[in-house]
Nanobody, 110 residues
Framework: VQLQASGGGLVQAGGSLRLSCAAS????????MGWFRQVPGKEREFVAG???????TYADSVRGRFTISTDNAKNTVYLLMNSLKPEDSAIYYC?????WGQGTQVTVSS
């Protein structure tokens, strides 16, 4: 399985971004999908996840601001990030099953 993440960039506080992660190869609709983020010197942390049955979970720090969604026809998972804060700045990684994407940088300026 190969994952291609995109959509990161520089945005002002209060703005929005949508990350995408397209999966190719031997994927499965039963794979859990999720987003994680990491800043230098810190461990990678969970941001949002979804699994079969459209069950979704969010980290407390992003609940109500971020929305995870999937397009099974395109084998793509999205992360819509609204009301961004400087502390949301990180490299964001998608995970599908046991596979990781390459990461996309999100920088939120104050």
């Amino acid at each position: 399985v190969q994952l291609q993440a995109s959509g990161g960039g520089l945005v002002q506080a209060g703005g929005s971004l949508r990350l995408s992660c397209a999966a190719s190869g031997r994927t499965s609709n039963r794979y859990k999908m999720g987003w994680f983020r990491q800043v230098p010197g810190k461990e990678r942390e969970f941001v949002a996840g979804t699994s079969t049955g459209d069950f979704k979970t969010y980290a407390d720090s992003v609940r109500g601001r971020f929305t995870i969604s999937t397009d099974n026809a395109k084998n793509t998972v999205y992360l819509l990030m609204n009301s961004l804060k400087p502390e949301d700045s990180a490299i964001y990684y998608c995970r599908v099953g046991g596979y990781w994407g390459q990461g996309t940088q999100v920088t939120v300026s104050s």
